[in-house]
Each structure stands twice: as C-alpha cells, then as structure tokens.
C-alpha cells in the first residue's frame, strides 16, 4: 500500500474514532508501520477529526523525525514500544473511550466472557499499571502482556489497541468499548451471565479456524484467563471489587 493511501487510512481512523466520541480535543494517537524501520504517526496538538496529509510525521524507530513539518505524538514511545516487541502489528490507536476508560479509572481488566464478538476477537483485556504518558512508564507497563493480548486498558488513562492495519486496530477499540458498555450495563441489572468455559473453547477453536491475524490469551489457557487477578491500586481481587461496584451502584440507584 502505498505512503499516501496509509495516511488516508490515519486520517480515517482519527475521524472514526473523535466522531465515535473515543477522543476528546486532540486527545488520542495513531500510527502505521511504513517499513521496517519508519512508522506514520499522528501530530501533537492537533484533533483527529480534523487532521490532513500534510500533518502526519514520519519517524524512524529512535522516534526522530525524518519528514513532516509537524511535532509527533507525545505517546511515541508507546507505540514505538509496541513496533519493536511485535514484527506483526502493523498499527496502533491509542484512545479515551468512555466506557473502556471507566473501567481503567475504577481499576477493572474486562476479564469475563459474556459475548461471543469479544471472545473471539480480543479475549479478555488486561489493565496495565499506570504510568505517566509521553514517559517509559507506560511502555513499560503493557510490554509484559503483548506476547498475548492485542488490546489493553491502560490504568487511569484509556486504551490501546493493535493490528494488522489501521482499520484493524480500530475495530478491536470498538469492540474493547462494545464490551465494556455492555458489561456495565448488564451489572446494572445484576450482574452479567458468563459463558461457561466449554463454550468459550469453542469460541477460540472458532477464532483459529478463521485465521485471525494478531494475539489472543484463550489460545494458551481459558481457564488461567478466568482466574480472580489482584488489583494494584486496592490489593483485593477483581471478582470482590466487581461486587463492591455494584452494590453500591443499585444502592444508588434504589435511593435515587
């Protein structure tokens, strides 16, 4: 594919993801592998619905800028990161989507299978630890869980997503957020329903016989996915915060 239609392709992505309400002012990067050694990547200070050809920088992978007349984002390294651990991601989209972002705030991975959609496509999504943006930290903090996740919630700050192209990445951010909405709303209304573990098997069997492209957890084990993970900022397991939220949130609800 051609450099020109690749930054058709960022622009798209950007529009996507501001129209969807994913980002807000000019919150929010995207990036393309151009080769083994540069990337296209969004600029800094600029809106991703309203970005043109000429705004999208080339970098090569040291994050020095080797055309364009436009900063790079400030979440570089982030994506730089990610280029030089996978050969096979090809994009990354960093974005604020609410309801995925709600659940990093309140310090939640999206952990249970309770759609076939985000099974077979991103399996259960980790939460990193924090980590200021623009720094090492963040890096840092998803590095440990690319070799078998392709979305992640990026603690107090949003979400990030991979793929084989721009679109690619996109519609795993979609459906992060599809899932996140989903899975809050069914919690509102008592909790949600899992599937059970012989189904997500067959769900993953599923997902292999389509020959996804990029990583996903359920192909080592469905049942270390489905174990209680502790949480860095509380030190209580997710199952029992989950509890916690939603007995507060009906008894909110109840009083209001």
């Given amino acids: 594919m051609s450099e020109f239609q690749l930054k058709r392709d960022i622009i798209e992505v950007g529009r996507r993801i501001y129209n969807s309400g994913f980002v807000a002012a000019n919150d929010g990067n995207i990036s393309v592998r151009l080769s ?26 040291d994050g020095n800028v080797v055309s364009g007349s436009w900063r790079p984002s400030s979440e570089l390294k ?8 996978r050969e096979d991601v ?19 991975a999206l952990e249970k299978p309770i759609m076939p959609e985000v099974v077979i496509n991103l399996g259960w999504v980790p939460l990193t630890q924090y980590g200021t943006p623009s720094t090492e930290e963040i890096p840092d903090a998803v590095l ?9 919630l ?3 700050h949003g979400a990030l997503t991979v793929g ?23 919690r509102l ?4 329903k899992e599937i059970s573990p012989p189904d997500v098997d067959r769900l993953i069997d599923l997902r292999q016989s389509m020959n996804m492209p990029g990583m996903h957890p359920g192909l080592e084990s469905t049942a270390q996915n489905q174990a209680p993970v502790e949480n860095s900022v509380t ?22």
């Fill in 36 to 61: 083994d050694k540069l990337i296209l990547t969004t600029p800094t200070g600029v809106s991703k619905g309203f970005m043109t050809p000429d705004m999208i920088v080339t970098c090569d992978m």
């Fill in 78 to 85: 982030m994506h730089l990161a990610v280029y030089k651990a």
């Fill in 90 to 108: 090809k994009s990354v989209v960093h974005a604020h989507p609410p309801y995925g972002t709600a659940f990093a705030v309140a310090g939640f």
């Fill in 144 to 152: 440990p869980y690319l070799p078998r996740h392709d979305a992640f």
């Fill in 154 to 156: 990026l603690q107090n």
């Fill in 164 to 186: 084989s192209d721009p679109y690619n990445a996109l519609f795993k951010m979609e459906t992060l957020e599809m899932g996140a909405k989903i899975s809050l709303l069914a």
């Fill in 189 to 192: 209304l008592g909790g949600e």
């Fill in 235 to 256: 030190g209580l397991d997710e199952k029992r915060l989950r509890e916690i939220v939603t007995n507060v949130v009906k008894e909110v609800i109840k009083n209001s």
